[in-house]
């Protein structure tokens, strides 16, 4: 089956990290214990991390218990935020095929697509790294260790 709604590794792994890291109640996780907790690149993973890093949505510390941790409360930062963070703004305007095949005046689906976007952009908008916390039973990334406890079944889960 398809997923309509196709979203970039590098998107995912931003959403799914801060995510994981609105579970610590600010303490650091290990960029380590995040890639294996998905199951992702570690280096793809960091250069992500320094993506929002970059952006303030995440602060990196260094030492035996360095890590990540989300810069603000988990409830004040939106999946939005996340998202265009990494791939850029959601662009609303333009047509669905990305090159103007029709027009955007004559185009012949009309504003469907326009319309989606916009929806998905408040969808985007409404949901903030709290709700994305809740929805995992366990922290991964426990106490400030910068190591964490891996409890996530990670592809190097031991």
């Known amino acids: 089956m398809s997923n309509p709604l196709k979203i970039s590794e590098a998107a995912s792994l931003a959403l799914h990290a801060a995510g994981l890291m609105a579970t610590t109640e600010g303490g650091p996780c290990s960029a380590e214990v995040i890639a294996d907790t998905l199951g992702a690149s570690r280096s793809h993973l960091v250069k992500v991390l320094q993506r929002l890093a970059k952006a303030g949505l995440v602060r990196s510390s ?5 890590g990540y941790s989300l810069t603000r409360p988990p409830a004040g930062i939106t999946a939005r935020e996340v998202y265009e963070t990494v791939e850029g703004p959601i662009d609303v305007k333009t047509c669905a095929m990305a090159v103007p095949t029709c027009g955007s005046a ?7 697509f326009c319309r989606i976007a916009t929806e998905v952009r408040e969808q985007l908008e409404g949901i903030t790294m709290a709700d994305f916390g809740v929805s995992v039973a366990e922290s991964v990334c426990v106490g400030s260790g910068s190591r964490g406890v ?3 079944g990670g592809k190097n889960a031991r």
Not at 62 to 66: D, M, S
């Open 106 to 112: 004559s185009c012949v689906l009309g504003d469907k």
């Open 150 to 152: 891996n409890r996530g």
């Open 62 to 66: 260094r030492g035996p218990r360095g």
